[in-house]
């Protein structure tokens, strides 16, 4: 059974503090996998990963994919308030052209002045 | 411009009565996926297809019903038979292989 599994389910912290978001999942036929912001509706992209050591970038975020131990990392820097949200991860997996894309459970980030 | 609509934003149905929600993308894509979120809660898969006329079951598919008679379109019918159905439902589309997928704006459903 496909499984993905976030921790912690939330966090508080104080603003530039560094915070480090977890993700590890079992798959089947895995491809990739994607990370997202949500703040109010719509989960915004932050990030695609395909390949293991592989660190992406994007300003304070970045993230990092490890296929051989099934996890994933999301790493943000000085944290600001904007930052509070519910952070998502999904392993795109499966047969067929497109694959299945599953989330887990999020972690709710809560970032005090 | 192109993306994914979904309608109406927010729904109100009393229990007992089947509702269709609606998700239109003009990107050409071939997949298309429906989520539901609970408060507090992640996106937990009910259906997903990947080209026309076909499409499968997610982890929740039970008292949903889903169609894909046109590339563009992928209604959600929520049945009277899903005994919880107030919650936040999202659209998602992807065009193929590994690449992000693109988020619908949502539609609140409660019934009362």
């Known amino acids: 059974e496909d499984k993905v599994v976030q921790s912690p389910l939330s966090l508080v912290v104080h603003e530039g503090d560094t915070v480090t978001l977890n993700c590890s999942y079992e798959?089947?036929?895995?491809?990739?996998l994607l990370w997202y912001k949500q703040e109010k509706k719509a989960p915004t992209f932050l990030f695609m990963l395909?390949?293991?050591?592989i660190e992406k970038k994007s300003g304070r975020l970045s993230s990092i994919l490890d296929k051989k131990e099934l996890f994933s990392i999301l790493n943000i820097t000085a944290t600001q308030t904007g930052d509070s949200a519910v952070y998502l991860c999904?392993?795109?997996?499966?047969?067929?052209?497109?694959?299945?894309?599953?989330f887990g459970q999020g972690t709710t980030l809560q970032v005090k002045p | 411009d192109g993306g994914i609509t979904q309608s109406p934003k927010y729904l109100f149905r009393k229990e007992g009565q089947n509702v269709t929600l609606s998700c239109e993308q003009n990107?050409?894509?071939?997949?298309m996926y429906w989520y539901r979120q609970d408060p507090g809660q992640g996106l937990r898969l009910i259906y997903y297809?990947?080209?026309?006329?076909?499409?499968q079951k997610g982890d929740i598919a039970e008292g949903y019903s889903v169609s894909r008679e046109k590339k563009e379109s992928f209604p959600l019918t929520v049945t009277s038979a899903q005994k919880n159905p107030t919650a936040f439902y999202l659209c998602?589309?992807?065009?193929?292989?590994?690449?992000?997928?693109?988020f619908g704006q949502g539609t609140r459903l409660t019934v009362v």
């Open positions: 798959v089947t036929n895995f491809r990739s």
């Open positions: 297809s990947q080209i026309v006329n076909d499409f």
């Open positions: 395909t390949s293991s050591g």
């Open positions: 990107l050409n894509h071939d997949a």
């Open positions: 999904a392993p795109r997996h499966g047969s067929g052209n497109t694959g299945k894309l599953i």
């Open positions: 998602a589309s992807t065009p193929g292989q590994v690449v992000k997928a693109f």
